[in-house]
């Protein structure tokens, strides 16, 4: 092929996986999968369409082809920071959190100022129970880069698990000054205040997250706990009663559906939604 053509074709491929990245990022997955399989068809080692494949793969809870896809775009271009931090993503929710740490430091070694890849550090330190190292890397994080939301709202859960809830919920006002619409922070924020005896508080919270995402059933649960601490039962039981129908595997929902019936004295009723919650989470 002339060389020409052959950069049309490559300005051709390049400009489909954009339209495929806006697809993907506007949460129509099904026509970003349909191009870059397209692409891939014409270019089979073409890096950026095996890794944007494998981060839906990933998204879907399709690990294993996720971890396959994403390497098959390391093994062509080894030196892509992005590569290395994604595959990192999957590696952990495979429970490799050793693998996942190693591709996240990797990413790190290739690209010195890389945000995201000290910010998922954090994250899986945190998970581990090390909570001290994870503050500093969320920390690293946002010296890089302070506007970094996502970074500001981790070191919020990390400093929220050590017990310090007023520098938690600093940490989350900041990451909702770089992130208004940002259903996550809104729930945590409410779940600080609420643990604070400060239930009231919490509660504009909560439904600020249910206004950005209506089918947040955490927020629902965590809602209708709040509503029965303070004694507004039928609001409890409808906020429960809605987590519980949108995520009926939601052993808290019963749990907490069960500290309702005993508080308005229907102990039976209790007992079967206890018996539900240990159904589906034994221990």
Known sequence: MPKGDTQNLQLELNEAIHTALV???????????????????????????????????????????????????IQISPYTPLYYSNIGLVLSDLGHSDKALACYQKAIELQPDFVDAFNHIGTLLEQRGQIDE????????????????EAHFNLGNALWKQGRGEEALASYRMALLHKPAFPDVFNNIGLVLAEMGRE????????????????????????????NALGRY??????????????????????????????????????????????????
Do not use: C, F, W
């Open 200 to 227: 009231e508080e919490a509660l504009p919270n909560y439904h600020h997250a249910l206004a950005l995402r209506p089918d947040y059933a955490v927020a629902h649960n965590n809602l209708g706990s709040a509503l």
């Open 134 to 149: 994870a503050i500093a890397q969320h920390q690293k994080a946002i010296r890089i880069k302070p506007n970094h939301a």
């Open 23 to 73: 697809h993907q990022q506007a949460g129509r997955l099904q026509q970003a999968t349909e191009i870059y399989q397209k692409v891939l068809q014409i270019q089979p080692k073409n890096p950026d369409a095996l890794h944007l494949l494998g981060l839906i793969a990933h998204q879907a809870g399709q690990l294993k082809a996720a971890l396959d896809l994403i390497n098959q775009a």
């Open 234 to 283: 039928d609001e409890a039981r409808e906020h429960l009663l809605r987590a519980q129908q949108l995520n009926p595997g939601y052993a808290e929902a019963y749990n907490n559906m069960g500290n309702l019936e005993r508080d308005t004295g229907q102990l039976q009723a209790s007992i079967d939604q206890y018996q539900k919650a240990l159904s589906l989470r034994p221990n």
